[in-house]
């Protein structure tokens, strides 16, 4: 009878494995892409018995640690493809030095809700005040809740989709690149445009950037930071007409945070200094 069973396990394994228990569920944990079950089962048996545990309860903390191995690989990854210049943490992030955010706001934005709605976020305030900083570790909270993003200056962004536009004007074929390389950008659930403003945009530059906007208005997020106040946007796009369409479709489902505060770089400086002077 014994002989009978392992002849057909055998059957579905290959040779030998069904000898021993734990090949077998290294082979099966191999089969099933879960390697992290191949590496704990063991361990966690251990504790299992000592610990008096339930089946039941066994085989959930084995299926957690693998589901929590699988999301961690997945938040390293999305963080990897969303090119953040650096890797700032909303946790890194001082408050007490901005009491102009809203906390609450803040807390809300971190969970990441907004970009299953496809809404947005706008940053706004002065150099230094901490818009990338939070702009990045937003969307590191975004990237945790499962979302994919992808950070660049607006500059860059208006390059990338020249490139695509300049391509599709000189092959007639590719007339549509413009349209394809926007339709590539919106598998970006979130797309962060830093910088707005720094640079003032040629007409040509201007419509790259309002096709941009335009093209995820209530299908994806974006978030963009400035330091000029929607106010001065017409400087930047040199068109106010335009400015106004593309400022409408951003802030219809936005949060929009305006900072104001010293410059978090010439304060940390000031602190020093002060520091040096009490000695
Ligand atoms: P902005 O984009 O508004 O010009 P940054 O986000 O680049 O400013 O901030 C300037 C520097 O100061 C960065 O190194 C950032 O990490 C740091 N910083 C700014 N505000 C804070 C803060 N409240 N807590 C911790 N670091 C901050
Ligand atoms: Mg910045």
Do not use: C
């Not at 720094?198 to 963009?224: C, G, H, W």
């Amino acid at each position: 009878m014994a002989t009978k069973t392992t002849a057909t396990t055998t059957n579905a394994l290959p040779d030998g494995l069904s000898s021993n228990l734990g090949s077998k569920l290294a082979y099966l944990t191999r089969v099933l892409k879960t390697p992290t079950i191949g590496r704990v089962w063991e361990d966690l048996a251990a504790q299992a018995r000592d610990a008096n545990w339930s089946h039941e309860e066994y085989l959930t903390a084995v299926l957690e640690r693998q589901v929590a191995d699988r999301e961690s690989a997945g938040t390293m990854m999305r963080v990897r493809t969303a090119h953040f210049p650096h890797v700032k943490t909303l946790e890194d992030f001082n408050l007490d030095h901005l009491p102009s955010l809203r906390k609450d706001v803040l807390a809300h934005l971190a969970t990441a809700m907004f970009v299953p709605k496809a809404d947005n976020v706008v940053l706004l305030g002065p150099p230094g005040i901490g818009k990338t900083h939070l702009a990045i570790g937003l969307g590191i909270k975004a990237t945790q809740a499962g979302h994919s993003v992808l950070f660049d200056t607006a500059t860059n962004w208006i390059a990338r989709l020249g490139r695509a536009h300049h391509a599709g004007a000189l092959r007639a074929h590719h007339a549509g690149a413009l349209e394809l390389e926007l339709k590539k950008i919106r598998r970006y659930r979130l797309i962060i445009i830093d910088e707005v403003g720094y640079i003032p945009f040629d007409t040509d530059a201007a419509n790259l950037f309002f096709q941009l906007v335009a093209s995820r208005y209530e299908q994806a997020s974006v978030m963009v930071t400035s330091n000029l106040p929607f106010g001065r946007w017409g400087e930047v796009f040199g068109d106010e007409v335009v400015a106004e369409a593309m400022i409408d479709r951003l802030v219809h489902h936005a949060e929009v945070l305006t900072l104001a505060g010293d410059s978090y770089r010439t304060r940390a400086r000031r602190e020093l200094l002060a520091k040096d002077r009490d000695k």
